[in-house]
Structure formats: C-alpha cells, structure tokens
C-alpha cells in the first residue's frame, strides 16, 4: 500500500518521486537506512516509518517531510 500511495502522489505532482526498492536485493542501501521492517518509507531523509499506516497519515509524513506546516 504505501509504495502504491508514493506512486500515486508522485504522479499528482512533478515535485514528487517516489522509488520501491526491495530490500534483499540491495543489502547495503536497506542497512543505510536501517531497514528492519517493511515496508519503510523514508521522506527526504527527514521523516521515517514502518509499516501500513492509513492514508491520511501517510500524507500527513509526506508533507512533514516535505516541510509543509501541519
């Protein structure tokens, strides 16, 4: 679901791009970003979560990431 999402909200806007990466495949980037559980979404290297987490709070980290004011 959230990389569904990420990519829906990447096609919405040009300021977004969203990227699924599977984590067994790419060892050393899963242990840079401390990938113990999936699926993590990291936002601008500012936010982090795991987990399905509903819509709206999915968007609510995003624009946090994205620095906009709650």
């Not at 990466?21 to 795991?50: C, H, S, W």
Request: proline share 6%; no cysteine; hydrophobic share 55%.
């Amino acid at each position: 679901m959230a990389a569904g999402l990420a990519h829906a909200i990447a096609v919405e806007s040009a300021h977004v791009v969203a990227d699924a990466i599977e984590a067994q495949e790419f060892p050393d980037l899963a242990a840079r970003y401390g990938v113990m559980g999936v699926p993590k979404t990291i936002v601008n290297d500012a936010v982090e979560f795991v987990g399905a987490v509903p819509e709206d709070e999915f968007v609510a980290h995003v624009l946090r990431g994205a620095g906009v004011p709650a």
